[in-house]
């Protein structure tokens, strides 16, 4: 699993390999991608990089994380659609560290003003907050809806939540 599209210069090696390839997807949105991920290859070309393992013949997933409430929940539909030809999708709602708390809040300070009060009466799990549990159950259930319409199978980490028997895709190399 990666967010970079290196591995497209070896896919003459790893279709010969048992294996499958992912890619983390924040949001298709180039603009927020760059603020979300100011160094990481864009959307496009990590999903473009995945379609040609994918034609190669090598198993192909994806993780659409996290997925942030006002942010890039709002473009979900259009994340998928992108990721539409992949086999499988595991998908995560931000949890936040007090350190990535006030990244966040210096980044995104109107973003956080509607994602505070949503964390404080969520919960702290292993050092994380959480988004309420109906809130994050919610997203969940319509993240999986969506992509099990697509004939693709679902997988969710860390969130107390139905998944897939593997949450992150390794089913494909069997």
Known sequence: LTKSSL????????????????????????????????????????????????????????RIDPIIPFYTWEDFDETLDALSFVSHI?????????????????????LMKKLTPLYKKGEKIGGYYYLPKEIRLKILEEARKKIEAKGITFGSCREGYYSYPTCDGSHLML
Request: glycine share 2%; proline share 8%; charged share 40%.
């Open 7 to 62: 591995f497209e210069r070896d896919l003459d090696i790893l279709k010969n390999l048992k294996c499958a390839i992912g890619i983390t997807v924040t949001t298709i949105d180039e603009e927020k991608a760059r603020l979300l991920e100011p160094n990481a290859p864009s959307p496009k070309e990590r999903i473009k990089a995945l379609k040609k393992a994918k034609k190669e013949g090598i198993p192909a997933y994806a």
């Open 90 to 110: 595991t998908v995560s709602t931000l949890k936040l560290r007090p350190d990535s708390w006030k990244r966040m809040e210096a980044k995104f300070p109107e």
